[in-house]
């Protein structure tokens, strides 16, 4: 691992050229070492076709990179310029209800369009082969922000062509595909596969196979649109090449695109997060609306460092309001410098603030940077700076964290509860990330694992909640592993061609049940738990009267375990996740700590980090029981501990 | 009426076929008579046009029928195959914004479209002309649930060219089209009919007496099209014809449909209806999650009562969940037993249970069937078979129930007044169904009736709430009827063409009083009456001082009477419309037993049935004050008495 | 000023012709002396192109004037006849998706289209030459209700021409579009003017710069729409010339249609208004469900007053229920009567109410008219007659109000803030109406003005909240003002491009201050002021620690003053607005008088009008302090006393 540093995104075609220089001297300043260009300039580097104006860029990297600054150089595929579209009229995407994606604002393009698929190439290798040896380069991104505003699923000729072609390459016999999606059901049997056409725009729901396939399509054009790029840098560059994925995007599967990529990175936004993409009750919103959620962040960093394989970046990270939320509020003071604390303890290698200076136009204006548009230093600066100077003297942060659980996040298992939700508020992402909180809840480090891991032997505990369909590594991984796991609720239901498995959920032949059916819930109909909090939203009635653990007063097992496998038949609401967790960790002989709701702790190989996300002080010692802590963290403030073993 | 009996529904082309005799062995052995088949088997029945594969069916009706059962066969024009597209590219629907219907789900297709219609009629004479002398079949089943997926009104070429032939029918002469619809009031008038287009899209609200027109067009689209196929068959067959109606459809006018078919049937499922196609709130569908609306079959029951003239079955009765509902728990045990009688007391023959063995692909892989996928038992199926024995050992049902009271139903009304509701909560269905449910909160048995009534005679009650214009039949029959009646609010205030009658509402001579003008009321801005309860929704000022017997506390009349004659000026809460009706229904000498809102009673020629849906037990002979009932009914039980006469 | 006069709106071409003469004898029964016609007779007038028919209007008008009512003829533009689609099938406006706003209710057309303007000036130059001359004439009304029904944005091809044309007469050079719009943000410049496509349907949000000139266009082009029939009228007719607007539609500058007219105008509905077009709570909304929003007609009189340089009527008045709200009660006995005093107090010469007798048919059947359908009085024509002998007898109203107070209303601002609120609650209307309701609640009489007022010498108060950009005059205007001075939140915060100035917000030297960041705050996170009440919606945090007037507990500047100049750093809720507001009156040397929800006060040269809003009488005398007034003033009545300096 490198080391830590900071950094932040710099466009320099928005500001006069004359700013670049003392721009740039005071980055470095403020102890920022990285900064970030380039990946919307595409109308700036070739403003007609093929007429290509790169020399304002050599000499924006050349000041930059004289002031001492490492750069991060991205593709501008993420915004083609206007006439793009007059090369390829047909290169926009289509929504749901095939209305076209206009030109006019970023990431107007169809994933599946080969036209521009060969320009993104052309424009990549014209970058690569003239900034790979440059020595101000640190590294590469490619595009940005995938599949962020929904530009994933495309309903255009271009990707309909695709998708029947994928589907007669996955198939070959039109007929297999017929069995597999058993289209008999409602006579909607195929004669050939250009008779397919999206699963939109059905008088009711289609066939949920015939949609999951399009997701697997879909995401695999995001994939081969990313991989194509990494190729042509990588014939010039040995620089690591990133993608800036965003949160809570589970319409391609990330684990692809980042198994051609050398890191990840991505865009941290907790207040716009909060606000915008979660399913906490307003009361934990209008509590945290400063602060962002306390598990949001720790959630996708430890998600993205295995989709990096270990290594990952914070690319974008908020450093005061934003513009895009629904309610856009600041931070309160020390949140942008713990938020950046709370990155570094999980691992992350550079962290970027998103931007250096607010534009005062456009889109975004309304977005803070680290400095005002008439260039005073806006308040995020000073805790950048900050961090800067900590980094520098303090000790090393060892890393990655030290995870004694591993919890298993699957796209594919996001793209099947949406299509077939079976109850209005069931949500995979929304499932795994109330897990993960409640693990953390016990003060408990996490590793997010792909669905294809093969080894689970570093964990005392893993646990595999909403799991689709079983993949031969993770089926293999269980069946040799000897710590605790528990699966569950609606794990293993399905086959890989979305059917219900024919031994039945959870098809698992080690636990001695099956699932015979299940509820879900209306949200004034939760089950209360024998041993306290409640099931919700979700819960599955189980054949059998042994190995039960855990009943909801109606007499259901909620909760059956042979052995060190526990099957969860339920979905526990905080109360419930919160002890069912800490009462398995412990069974697991992992020691857990109880938090209170905003504080939260993250182990490293040789530290303890505590992050108080609260608006009020937290009583640290009292709280957890440990008087070698301080007495008083404050809001919004972090501490660094060493670790002892003893504890 | 033939013996009660039970039915299952059977998909054989989607098992293999060595299973077909054990299936149909364990039908039998469960009591189960009946089995329905083939209503979504065209690519099966014909895999590509004109290619006719029947064998496979021969041999499931041969093997279904040895077995001992009788037969349903349906027509499979509710799943048309994908080879039909090419052959008529435009026989999709489309819905109100223009979006095409697409293939890949059922019903899409329009009912106007003039090859399907043939392509139907086709199908089905090879159906008839093969199977009618089967000596296994009991039944034949036309298409498949009429109107569910929103499917009865299009706005395709093919419904806009029928949509102008019929106008031209109807009206002759563009003026007297003009004139009828008021066309002059924002210089709307047509110089030709092929100058009218869909009501849909306009700046603002198209007039009402074009909506109008369109639904009545539209309805006899979906009349026509059943007509065609019931024709057919009776060329080849004697035996019953039916449709299966669904929940809550009120696009299309049954009554038009069932005149030409022999009974009606219809798909009763409490839990997805309780959950998706009611107005109660949340608190009430909290209490019957698990149980259904206690009102909801028993009014649907009485309604298709009097669409099949006396004759109807239930052709799907849910079993277990249901995967359609935005919610979707499991009956409480007992509840599909308790279903399955409620439909025999309210006169059902054949009760028929939506499926044998779930599914395991495609759309309704989540519902539930008798058998679970892996062939075991599902709870439904023991409930099943313990009906099957209480029919074969108890005393024969005499039926139909003995209604006292008559309640009007008019489909043309439910249009109207989603065409011009007057205020956000106005809806037709739910005023008549409160109605209906006050009534049954007071004891009554009740008989539905079409607006075409003629005689009335056999009631000492008729309530027509909401009546959008008297046909000559209903007035007729009030002005000779010598029971008592109760009118309104909102009936008889428009005419045929959905204007203000001359005579202005309630447009009936017998009232001494007019409406004046009416109120649409927010939901906080109910009227207390002087009685008790409130008027909720809607309430209307109506002329004159006399022959008021309530009023609202502002002191304006809620309800007028003379002689056996009462208005009502509003729309009663349940509160209110249960103490409004009681009254009234003494007042007409029935006699009334006040029930709680989770018991319900029915009265047969010989007996009186009582259904207990609340989740807990209910002390029934003292809540009704009857000591030789028994003391406790147990939830989710019944209790099938003798009738008394003194009682 | 003309003297003050009631009117009706009357539809001849409805009725029979026999019906007209004593219709007319009744209208002058009652008092009333005007009566509007024409406005939706297009299809009478000329039943197909070319072919025109006007002697029925002749005799209308003979008829009418005749019985001695003077006549607001309308030209029919607003309902093209069905015909003009064949003429112009291209003429029809599309909506945001692009769909097409159908023929068949009204207002049907796009403003931008060449073709229909020319139709529109045709049928115009035919009233205006054969009309003009009738001595019964009185004044002119062009088109109806610009704007109402979503109508002044339109996507269709004729706009975009326009707007194409109208960029390029304004930018000239491309690249200084690009510039005005910072389109360098995400690589959305342009090479030329017709690559410019209108700002829906983009991928995410389109510029604002971009939006902001689309709105500037489609405002631009209904005032070109409606001073091409001004200009004609004009060229035959000394009589004034109105328009009729609505309430709370700020879809285009009113001040600029109203610029080339003779006189304001607009249609009062206060309860369909409140019910549909309100931010007030549930609570507020039910509290004067019957009565309308005491202070949403008193705005729209004084922003019409504004609007029509003085002059100003009211062309529809709500004379019992209405038809088009989500919920439409009646009014309470008296309101009638209320609404029109309270025009009258405001400064309206004419008063019409819509209509004589409710139609029958078509779209408007449930609005109350003066007469209900079968010409009985309907409870509206006794108010209106009492209001008719109430002007006849009492003394002449001086006019116009006495305004101490001038608040800024921006119709560029209104759109501004809808594209770019930044806070889910944001909207300019709302927020220009809560600091009138503030104003009003404190006693004060208020005038409107527009954002181009150069002279505030008048005032001792001027208030300019949200106002996007400083107007030369206005900015002129402050800088050698006397009186006191209330600006923010959010005034002066962008340029006209929409980009942040410079000098950062408000933009305004005088004012030591900038804003350094604002916050856009969830309902559940209001701030409480230390002096009161909350900042809700919006807040600022500004530099400085200097001129601190006000604080949010938190510490943060809420309200700034130098000298006369205060800075108003967020939203107030009502308890704050009317505290602050107050307290600034009162600096202001402003006598104030604190009034209760329910109760209004405008004062005159010679008068003060009191109008008791409530549903319950209030305590006059004692609730305002002064012996002088009654004691009671009963719900829905006023009160009309003479004006004593002393008080």
């Not at 990313?226 to 809570?248: D, K």
């Not at 000073?382 to 100077?389: F, N, P, S, W």
């Not at 009267?545 to 259901?556: A, H, N, W």
Request: charged share 20%; with cysteine; net charge negative.
């Amino acid at each position: 691992m490198t080391g830590r540093a900071l950094g932040v995104c710099y466009y320099p075609e928005h500001w006069p050229e004359s700013w670049w220089e003392e721009d740039a001297a005071r980055m470095v300043a403020a102890g920022i070492t990285w900064v970030r260009i380039g990946e919307f300039a595409w109308s700036r580097l070739e403003p007609v076709s093929g007429d290509l104006r790169l020399d304002w860029l050599d000499r924006a990297i050349a000041t930059l990179g004289a002031a001492g600054l490492k750069i991060v150089l991205g593709t501008p595929t993420a915004a083609p310029p206007r006439w793009m579209l007059d090369r390829h009229p047909d290169m926009l995407a289509r929504g749901k209800t095939g209305q076209l994606r206009k030109f006019g604002s970023r990431r107007h393009y169809d994933f599946s369009h080969k036209g521009y698929r060969e320009e993104c190439a052309r424009i990549t290798e014209i970058l690569a082969r003239r900034y790979s040896n440059s020595p101000y380069l640190g590294a590469w991104q490619v595009d940005n922000e995938f599949g962020c505003h929904d530009t994933v699923l495309s309903y255009s000729s271009a990707a309909l062509i695709g998708f029947r072609a994928w589907l007669a390459t996955k198939y070959k016999d039109i007929g297999d595909l017929n069995a597999a999606w058993g289209n008999v059901f409602w006579s909607m049997e195929y004669g050939e596969f250009d008779q397919i056409d999206f699963p939109n725009g059905t008088v009711t729901e289609a066939n949920p196979s015939h949609w999951l396939d399009f997701h697997r399509f879909s995401s695999e054009q995001v994939a081969a649109f990313s991989r194509r790029q990494a190729e042509i840098i990588r014939r010039y560059s040995n620089l690591p090449i990133l993608h800036n994925y965003m949160g809570r995007i589970t319409d391609f599967d990330h684990f692809a695109v980042g198994a051609e990529l050398d890191a990840a990175s991505w865009d941290s936004y907790p207040l716009g997060f909060l606000e915008d993409r979660s399913d906490a009750a307003n009361s934990w919103k209008a509590d945290f609306a400063r602060q962002g959620d306390p598990d949001f962040q720790a959630f996708h960093h430890d998600l993205y460092r295995a989709v990096g394989r270990g290594r990952w970046w914070v690319m974008e990270q908020q450093p005061g309001p934003v513009n895009w939320a629904p309610y856009n509020p600041a931070p309160l003071t020390g949140m942008v410098r713990l938020w950046t604390w709370e990155a570094l303890a999980h691992g992350a290698e550079i962290v970027i603030y998103f931007r250096w200076r607010q534009a005062p136009f456009a889109q975004e204006q309304m977005h803070a940077g680290l400095l005002t548009p008439d260039s005073r230093e806006a308040p995020g600066l000073a805790e950048a700076t900050q961090v800067a100077r900590e980094l520098a003297s303090g000790p090393e942060i060892e890393g990655p964290p030290l995870a004694s659980v591993a919890l298993v996040f699957d796209y594919q298992s996001a793209w099947a509860w949406s299509i077939q939700p079976q109850g209005a508020d069931f949500n995979y992402f929304r499932l795994v990330f109330e897990v993960y909180r409640g693990l953390r809840l016990n003060g408990l480090t996490i590793d997010i694992l792909s669905p294809d891991v093969e080894d689970l032997s570093r964990y005392s505990l893993v646990v595999v909640p909403g799991l689709l369909a079983w993949t031969t590594g993770l089926r293999t991984a269980l069946s040799g592993y000897h710590g605790h796991a528990i699966i569950g609720p609606r794990t293993g239901s399905k086959t890989e061609h979305f059917g219900i498995p024919a031994s039945m959920p959870p098809d698992l032949l080690a636990l001695e049940t099956r699932v015979a059916h299940v509820e879900s819930l209306r949200p004034d109909c939760s089950l209360p738990l024998e041993g306290g909090g409640h099931f919700y939203i979700w819960r599955e009635i189980t054949d059998g009267s042994s190995f039960i653990v855990e009943r909801t007063v109606d007499g259901v097992a909620a909760m059956r375990r042979q052995g060190r496998l526990s099957y969860l038949c339920g979905w526990p609401d905080r109360v419930a996740m919160r002890r069912l967790l800490g009462e398995i960790a412990q069974g697991a002989g992992i020691r857990t700590t109880p938090l209170p709701d905003g504080l939260r702790r993250v182990e490293t190989p040789g530290e303890v980090f505590w992050f108080n996300y609260a608006a009020e002080p937290v009583a640290l010692a009292a709280v957890v029981g440990d008087s070698s802590l301080p007495e008083v963290l404050g809001p919004a403030d972090f501490h660094r501990g060493a670790r002892t073993e003893s504890r």
